[in-house]
């Protein structure tokens, strides 16, 4: 397998990048467009990179299930089954978005037998990288796990959460490709299709993840701090889910701690996110996504409360 890396200005530039050489590299006789299978729920903003690249056929496949709370694999599978030949299928190596909730090794292992058996194509997805479990190589398994099973992918990755450069935003895009002799044009198609989307990515923050990732110390020294973040993040999520018991929230809340990431599903409905919005100033997605880096000890009793509120409490 060779691989190609090309820097982008931040993650949806790395998902936009990719969507530009499907076009063109994967069908080598005509330009490819569609159809791209995204997660349902998935990051609003995805299905519009895709569409600006030409792509219009955008379809779903079922991930979350709101009664289980938690990954539905047969629906899954069952969506997949039907997608047509070449069709590309964009899966989230960590960290899901924007529920929170991960495909298990024995999962992943089923959906890429069905991928490599439908000739689909996997677009796998890594936006905060080692913000997950907090292990930078338990997170890229997928995408390692993928390449030796002798699969062709696109990847995009994000250094931007996993070190703090939200300004300076560094993004990547991995393509493993099969045979050799392709590597050198998906090369030149990159670097053309870079030229007129944004000609050069800022080099501040790609200068600083370059110099830790090139120095063993401060590799060590970076995988700690990202260790730490993800431990505060559990932390909060077990502090959320007790304050919630002892208040007598209706529902189990274990779901909090068994989710992981930045981000968590709380299962909670649109009526509800008003209700936090408009009485208590407390702002999550309208599908109920809970930003959990953003809790703190000053914070946490009161936004456990809120919840218990919009539970219990009509508009």
């Known amino acids: 397998m060779d691989v190609l890396g090309v820097q982008t200005p931040g993650f949806t530039a790395a998902v936009r990048l990719g969507a530009e050489l499907l076009r063109n590299w994967y069908d080598h006789c005509a330009a490819w467009c569609g159809p791209v299978y995204l997660s349902s729920p998935c990051d609003d903003s995805l299905a519009g990179i895709f569409q600006a690249a030409g792509i219009q056929d955008i ?4 991930y979350w299930d709101d009664q289980q709370r938690g990954v539905c694999l047969d629906k899954l599978l069952e969506d997949l089954e039907k997608a047509p030949e070449r069709s590309v299928v964009v899966l989230s190596a960590s960290a899901h978005y924007p529920t929170g909730a ?9 959906i890429t037998e069905l991928i490599m058996r439908r000739r689909l194509f996997p677009f796998l997805l890594l936006p905060p990288q080692a913000l997950c479990y907090g292990n930078v190589e338990r997170e890229a398994w997928p995408v390692q796990y993928c390449a030796s099973q002798g699969m062709e992918l696109l990847c995009a990755q994000s250094f931007s959460h996993c070190f703090g450069l939200y300004g300076e935003a560094v993004g990547h895009l991995l393509c493993v490709l099969k ?22 990515p800022s080099a501040g923050g790609a200068t600083i993840v370059a110099t830790v990732l090139s120095n063993p110390a401060h590799v060590v020294e970076w995988k700690e701090e990202v260790k730490h973040i993800v431990e505060r993040c559990m932390l909060i999520r077990e502090l959320l889910r007790e304050r919630l018991r002892l208040l007598g929230a209706p529902g189990c809340w274990d779901r909090l701690t068994q989710q992981s990431g930045l981000y968590c599903n709380t299962g909670l409905n649109e009526e509800q996110v008003e209700f936090l919005s408009q009485r208590r100033h407390v702002y999550l997605l ?4 809970l930003n959990v880096s953003a809790i703190n000890g000053r914070n946490l009793d009161y936004i456990a409360e809120s919840i218990h509120r919009a539970l219990t409490t009509s508009l």
């Open 59 to 62: 379809r779903e496949y079922y």
């Open 102 to 110: 991960d495909l298990s090794h024995n999962q992943w292992a089923v």
């Open 179 to 200: 045979q050799n002799s392709l590597l050198l044009s998906v090369q030149s198609q990159a670097a053309t299709i870079v030229k007129s989307l944004w000609a050069q």
């Open 286 to 289: 309208p599908s109920g996504c």
